[in-house]
């Protein structure tokens, strides 16, 4: 009998390779040896969109994944893997990405049911050498019932300092903690990457809070703060590279979906140069700054 699988021409098998989910490359593997090898190939897993919703085992009521079948999946590629985008998460599966994928540069986290501190605090014990991470985004998915994540000013400030190459950090959902926290945790930093920072929490924000920030983070070019984590929304793939002028876009388009009794608010300051009068905290809903660097 002929073996019609050992006979596809390996460019074929790559392209057709090339469109599969991490969930169906890990089932796809188990076909054959050759199409092991191929499965494995770097390529396929550099950078990954891990949707629970392309494994129909889940609950199609809730969307989350177990870290049990994550590491199914992921464990033979842990140390290839730099990039990954992730929708439906729980504490232990983030805190399973950040300890045992050892070349993670960027993690986008997208729509969880609850989520907690616990999720990001690295033990010692475990992880003794400094975080790669680049980017770190939390996106509240628009589509859940609840965006909020449980996350205190401590722990934000510890992860951050645990990442000396972190340049990029989103908080883009309903969170609650004091700028004094996370301010006292930077401070104490000896070496801080952090170039661009959005967090929803403009309430707890005075004037002299970001002329401390900027003052600590020394290469800091933006600053986006927000009221809550309603202007960007679920991000998907499509919108996977954050930059300032994407912030700037979603909030104006977010406003325009409002009601007619808000248009006429003040909905974004955008400055290129300190400070921040405490009039203009209090007048606009959203602020912008650019460092001028």
């Known amino acids: 009998m002929t073996d019609y699988i050992s006979i596809i021409p390996n460019e074929i098998l790559y392209k057709v ?11 796809v593997r188990n076909v054959s040896k050759k199409f092991r090898y191929m499965s494995d190939h770097p390529a396929h897993w550099k950078s990954i969109i891990l949707d629970p919703k392309d494994d129909m085992r889940h609950d199609t009521s809730l969307f989350l994944w177990n870290q049990k079948d994550l590491k199914n999946i992921l464990h033979p590629h842990l140390a290839i893997i730099e990039k990954i985008h992730i929708c439906g998460v729980r504490d232990n599966v983030i805190q399973y990405l950040l300890l045992e994928c050892s070349n993670l540069r960027e993690l986008t986290i997208c729509g969880w049911m609850t989520l907690s501190e616990h999720s990001f605090r690295i033990p010692l014990e475990k992880k003794k050498t400094p975080l790669l991470l680049r980017s770190l985004r939390l996106i509240g998915d628009t589509q859940q019932l609840t965006n909020f994540i449980s996350l205190d000013s401590t722990t934000l400030g510890q992860l951050i300092t645990k990442c000396p190459y972190l340049e990029e950090l989103s908080v883009n959902c309903e969170v609650h903690f004091q700028a004094e926290g996370l301010l006292k945790s930077l401070k104490m930093a000896t070496s801080l990457a952090l170039k661009t920072l959005v967090i929803a929490t403009k309430r707890t924000w005075a ?87």
């Open 17 to 27: 390779l090339s469109g599969l989910s991490p969930f169906d490359l890990s089932r």
């Open 207 to 293: 004037s002299q809070h970001i002329t401390e920030l900027f003052e600590y983070c020394k290469h800091l070019e933006f600053l986006g703060l927000m009221p809550d984590g309603a202007s960007i929304g679920h991000m998907n793939e499509q919108t996977t590279y954050f930059s300032a002028e994407t912030l700037l876009k979603a909030v104006l388009s977010n406003t325009q979906k409002e009601s007619a009794d808000r248009a006429s608010e003040k909905v974004l300051l955008e400055k290129h140069s300190l400070p921040v009068e405490e009039e203009e905290m209090e007048a606009f809903h959203n602020i912008a700054i650019f460092s001028g660097l």
